[in-house]
């Protein structure tokens, strides 16, 4: 553009218009309008007087805002819901020739194409080999397992939405994708449940039925309760290939774990044996170490434990005379300290019989406070003392737990354990974030054997045979044999006693094994080991992500020494330990709390009557339930929003997964919902821009033909390039605050906002359509693996490239790639416009200053550096567009800058100049500065007065200062300006 001679810039007096040599445009849906003659003394008198009491409002509205910030953060007004209602059958495509509903609502968003996703097959391997940028790479997850018995939580929703994102973004990489769903039989939880059922129900215990109809039950409760999780894990739209899905107590997963204890068995890894175990009274069964809960007690401390009628003091050392025999006086005794009183009787070895109505019903901790009764009336008690202790607490029921001895079956760990942790030592097992890797190693350098014998009846049953009245030559011992079947078990037996397989009585263990054997198995049972196909076995090694804790390592580690013993190689190359979820206030999340997400209730959004009605159906105590409901209503007053899942997602996986907790709050699902909002009405614009004629051009044909053009297509590589670093390195953070920045910030704030008046150009040139659409285009499919429904919802709509080859879904169309978009990358530009955006940002500032609201001032650059002029050159409409203005010129080196221009400095080389005469009355905007450097200076002398302790607090004290000095430098600086040119120019009331 030339430079625009100065005269035709030269400063109009008050009362004349403008000079028309100089060019103006105007942005869509904004004004241009010029104080002067047009307006009536009478009419702009009575503007001026609006404009005093407006900021006389605001300044006194400031105070109450801020009193009440923290209700109005919590406050939401429910939006219009609107509902896909065109019929349409499960699995059949869903209808996408109408108008978009003119305001994004999730509901409408999310119906009919999860349904239309799995019959199509595009979660399925087999389908993905097709796929013209197929690489015949593999990629291959398990989901963890979760428990039939629950349902999912907002943890689980973190790890649904991190897996799916990988699996979703390596299947539009072209790879292979198996992602496996299953859930877990859970043992004791889910024996639990059943027994209270038939409790509630009909009155029965379990041990008043026969094994195989208590079984029945939990089958029955299985197939009418075990589905909420694939519902929940649908509404999370992770997508699993459900034709696979298993269950650790099906078909095949029972021969698995048969075939793995028979091999274990054989290869002298695991063994009966009479030793201590972690014995739960409560569940009446041998428990793990990681359901041992270790909880220090300072001293005395009364705890509520399960069928004892009172609360139970711990913490306490008891002191105990025993009289010496023989000895006379009444100092002749031994004074014994313990903090269990109620075991002294099974020091002697007493013997009762179990129906003897005088002793088989009292509870242990009730019978203690019998015998310590009865020690005092003896005159045997030497009095108590406070006793720090730990105490072993079973994290499944919440009792105390005893060390019995008791004969079981054992898994030799140490040699399985040294194989798993030379796996980390040696990289072929790759844990990150890498800090786990301490507590890896430190679990296993203290392995202890593997109790996997359990007392429960719901459960893999031990293929584990007691041969009656039988000893195994030259032993005295009972004879055990192992085997896959009673037959298998009945011919060792033969060869071990020397009898005939059919004179033998053979008594199966009536114990299951350890939930976390079966578990453990879960990625090779799933992929149908012990009789693998081929095409299935090329989908190891697999991955796994989870919750970053102990119990996510004592999984992993079992199922890392189970799968190198039985399969020769890992089931891991990778391990992946995202952050835990905690509520806004950094608590961990617990039903007795309060704080419990459902995912659908953030999903579909939730009355807060509901939330608590859910409290009072749960298992909470009297006590719990109140200070679990009290704390609903503190943080969820209005109930929760419908934020829908791409939100939720979205918000999930915008954490930093590898580092510390993460505490996610309703308000950030919110702001994520608002997100959606804002790429919904870009795409409403866009598709209204490019009309029903439009045909796309192929992207590696594709020029950009202006400055702004290259610009936003250069983003959108650099995008590409981020979301690619981040999904390479785990790290989900990295890809959404980059898809973020380019829709919010690059796209909508900047390219929409600058091309509005191009368009609006009859007829508008071809380049900015062809631009949108690849940002529509190339945007939607790098955010598909986070917002899957929003992305589908809207790329379905974009039209056709020419050809008829594009993919059926967003799901499988070809992810960006950094090298497929390099061409439009222009790092240099984007460097350049980076100047222009920090002019746009001054000008704003300027207008702000003055208060210039519809006003569109004209604007001088002047540059003392050929090389800046040159670049606000190329970019001077759609900096008058950005920054709110009319016009925007040259002024050549060394000349005057007009009189009566607001100046402000860009760079030592760069002026900016404002046109404020004729639209600014000097008069009226001196006062209200005043009142603001008033404000502001109040504000700076509290600062000032104040003296905080050192570190933080003054860090930010001294940040604020700096501020408010600036803005007062910036007021006195403007006050200065009006003043000279209320004294070179008339007010209007003196014309």
């Known amino acids: 553009m030339p430079h625009l001679p100065l005269a035709s810039f030269r400063s109009p007096f008050w009362g004349l218009r403008p000079s028309q040599g100089l060019p103006r445009f105007h942005p869509l849906s904004t004004h241009s309008k010029s104080h002067g003659s047009s307006i009536s003394r009478r009419n702009h008198e009575a503007k001026q007087k609006r404009q005093r009491e407006k900021q006389a409002a605001l300044e006194a509205g400031i105070a109450r805002k801020s009193k009440?910030?923290?209700?109005?953060?919590?406050?939401?007004?429910?939006?219009?819901?609107?509902?896909?209602?065109?019929?349409?059958?499960?699995?059949?495509?869903?209808?996408?020739?109408?108008?978009?509903?003119?305001?994004?609502?999730?509901?409408?968003?999310?119906?009919?194409?999860?349904?239309w996703w799995v019959r199509e097959g595009f979660f399925k391997p087999e389908y993905q080999m097709k796929l013209p940028q197929a690489t015949g790479e593999t990629f291959s997850m398990c989901i963890p397992p979760p428990n039939i018995t629950g349902s999912l939580h907002i943890g689980h929703a973190l790890t649904v939405a991190i897996q799916d994102a990988l699996v979703r973004w390596h299947r539009m990489c072209g790879d292979q994708v198996l992602w496996v769903p299953g859930s877990d039989h859970a043992g004791?939880?889910?024996?639990?449940?059943?027994?209270?059922?038939?409790?509630?129900?009909?009155?029965?215990?379990?041990?008043?039925?026969?094994?195989?109809?208590?079984?029945?039950?939990?089958?029955?409760?299985?197939?009418?309760?075990?589905?909420?999780i694939s519902e929940q894990l649908q509404a999370l739209g992770a997508s699993l290939d459900w034709d696979r899905e298993c269950f650790t107590m099906d078909a095949g997963s029972s021969v698995a774990v048969t075939e793995a204890f028979v091999r274990l068995y054989e290869a002298g890894l695991l063994y009966r044996s009479q030793q201590l175990v972690n014995w739960s009274c409560a569940l009446r069964s041998a428990i793990s170490d990681i359901e041992v809960e270790s909880r220090p007690l300072p001293g005395r401390t009364e705890l509520r434990l399960p069928g004892c009628p009172t609360p139970v003091s711990f913490g306490l050392l008891f002191s105990v005379a025993f009289p010496v025999d023989g000895e006379p006086g009444e100092d002749a005794e031994v004074v014994v300290g313990t903090t269990r009183p109620e075991t002294l009787p099974g020091d002697v070895a007493v013997a009762v019989h179990p129906d003897d109505s005088r002793h088989a019903g009292l509870h242990r901790f009730v019978a203690r406070e019998k015998i310590m009764s009865a020690l005092t009336e003896r005159g045997l008690f030497r009095g108590l003392q406070n006793h720090p202790m730990v105490l072993p607490i079973c994290s499944r029921s919440g009792d105390v737990v005893e060390y019995l001895l008791k004969s079981q079956w054992f898994v030799r760990c140490q040699e399985l354990g040294a194989r798993a942790a030379q796996a980390v030592e040696s990289g072929a097992l790759e844990l990150s974030p890498s800090f786990h890797q301490k507590n890896w190693q430190h679990w296993f350098s203290h392995i202890g054997d593997w109790c996997v014998s359990r007392q429960l009846w719901w459960g893999h049953r031990i293929p584990a045979y007691l041969v009656v009245e039988e000893h195994t030559k030259g032993d005295e011992e009972d004879c055990w044999v192992v085997g896959r079947t009673e037959a298998e078990a009945r011919k060792i037996a033969a060869e071990l006693t020397g009898k005939p397989g059919a004179e033998l009585t053979l008594q199966r263990d009536p114990d299951v094994l350890d939930t976390w054997f079966s578990s453990a198995l879960f990625p090779f049972a799933a992929l149908g080991w012990p009789q693998e196909t081929p095409d299935l076995a090329r989908f190891y090694p697999l991955s796994?992500?989870?919750?970053?804790?102990?119990?996510?390592?004592?999984?992993?580690?079992?199922?890392?020494?189970?799968?190198?013993?039985?399969?020769?190689?890992?089931?891991?190359?990778?391990?992946?330990l995202h952050s835990m979820v905690r509520d806004r206030q950094g608590r961990k999340m617990s039903k007795s709390l309060g704080n419990v997400l459902d995912p659908r209730d953030i999903i579909s959004g939730v009355e807060l009557q509901v939330l608590q009605a859910k409290l009072r159906d749960g298992n909470l105590d009297a006590t719990e339930l109140v200070i679990a409901a009290a704390a609903q209503r503190k943080d969820f007053p209005h109930g929760i929003p419908e934020c829908g899942t791409d939100a939720l997602r979205f918000a999930l996986c915008s954490h930093g997964a590898l580092g510390g907790d993460l505490h996610l709050s309703v308000s950030e699902v919110l702001s994520s919902r608002h997100f959606c909002n804002k790429i919904w009405n870009a795409l409403r614009f866009i598709l209204n821009a490019l009309g029903e004629q439009f045909v796309p051009q192929p992207a590696e044909e594709l020029s950009p033909s202006s400055p702004m053009d290259a610009w936003i297509l250069s983003r959108l590589a650099h995008t590409a390039r981020e979301c690619e670093r981040g999904f390479l390195a785990r790290e989900l953070s990295l890809t959404t605050h980059a898809l973020r920045h380019f829709w919010l910030h690059s796209l909508c704030d900047v390219y929409l906002e600058a091309v509005k008046p191009v368009l609006s150009r009859s007829p508008h040139p071809p380049g900015p359509p062809q631009a949108l659409f690849s940002c529509a285009d190339t945007g939607l499919r790098l955010l598909a693996p986070l917002m899957p429904f929003l992305a589908e919802e809207l790329w379905q709509r974009l039209p056709p490239r020419p050809g008829g080859n594009s993919a059926p879904s967003i799901s499988v169309a070809p992810y960006p790639t950094a090298r497929s978009l390099g061409h439009w990358h222009q790092p240099e530009l984007e460097q350049r416009f980076s100047r222009v955006q920090e002019a746009v940002q001054a000008l704003r500032a300027l207008r702000a200053t003055y208060q210039l609201t519809k006003a569109r001032p004209r604007v001088l650059l002047q540059s003392s550096e050929p090389g800046e002029q040159g670049l606000f050159e190329a970019f001077l409409e759609p900096l008058g567009t950005l920054g709110h203005c009319g016009a925007v010129g040259l002024l050549p080196p060394g000349v005057a800058a007009p009189s009566g221009w607001a100046q402000a400095p860009l760079s030592d080389t760069t002026q900016m100049y404002m046109e404020l005469q004729g639209l600014v009355d000097p008069q009226t905007h001196l006062s209200l500065l005043a009142a603001r450097r008033h404000k502001l200076q109040k504000q700076l002398d509290g600062l000032m007065a104040w003296t905080p302790s050192e570190g933080e607090a003054e860090t930010k004290r001294q940040q604020r200062l700096s501020s408010l000095q600036l803005e007062l430098s910036k007021l006195d600086k403007a006050a200065s300006h009006l003043r000279q040119l209320m004294d070179a120019c008339p007010s209007p009331g003196e014309l």
């Open 544 to 576: 796994l992500l989870e919750t970053g804790s102990d119990l996510l390592l004592f999984w992993v580690g079992r199922m890392v020494m189970l799968g190198t013993q039985l399969t020769g190689q890992l089931p891991f190359s990778k391990v992946l």
């Open 188 to 228: 004791i939880a889910t024996q639990a449940v059943v027994e209270k059922q038939l409790w509630k129900e009909r009155g029965v215990r379990r041990h008043e039925l026969s094994r195989e109809e208590f079984l029945r039950e939990v089958w029955k409760w299985k197939e009418e309760k075990g589905g909420e």
């Open 68 to 115: 009440s910030a923290a209700e109005s953060s919590k406050a939401w007004t429910p939006k219009e819901v609107v509902v896909y209602e065109i019929p349409t059958e499960p699995g059949e495509k869903k209808d996408v020739s109408g108008l978009l509903p003119p305001a994004y609502s999730p509901r409408y968003v999310e119906a009919a194409w999860y349904s």
